[in-house]
């Protein structure tokens, strides 16, 4: 089994900026693929960023130069730096990794977080 566990989230003003991260843990063999999803109340869930293992990134057109994704692969953590936020970015923040567990053989694998609530306050 792998775990995802997120933190960072919180309440903050338009403009104001959080960092969310996230921790895999657990029969971990790979991990091909981080990233941030996120839910807003009544709202289809979106990508918003992520990165693959190589370092490529990939942005939600709306946080493009607000939003940072980075990793640290040796400790198989994501972080979210989002800055310049606002009312539109409210939502509950989900961690996805796609990789394979170490008795997976050649099966990719989808994992979720729990989810962090971001709320920005205008």
């Known amino acids: 089994q792998v775990h995802l566990v997120e933190s960072g989230g919180g309440l903050v003003q338009a403009g104001g900026s959080l960092r969310l991260s996230c921790a895999a843990s657990?029969?971990?063999?790979?991990?091909?693929?981080m990233g941030w999803y996120r839910q807003a109340h009544g709202k289809e869930r979106e990508l918003v960023a992520g990165?693959?293992?190589?370092?490529?990134?990939n942005y939600l057109d709306s946080v493009k130069g607000r939003f940072t994704i980075s990793r640290d692969n040796a400790k198989n953590t994501v972080y979210l730096q989002m800055d310049s936020l606002n009312p539109e970015d409210t939502a509950v923040y989900y961690c996805?990794?796609?990789?394979?567990?170490?008795?997976?053989?050649?099966?990719?694998?989808?994992?979720w977080g729990q989810g962090t609530q971001v709320a920005v306050s205008s």
């Open positions: 996805n990794a796609i990789g394979r567990t170490g008795n997976s053989g050649g099966r990719m694998n989808n994992f």
């Open positions: 657990g029969s971990i063999f790979s991990i091909n693929f």
């Open positions: 990165i693959s293992s190589g370092g490529i990134l």
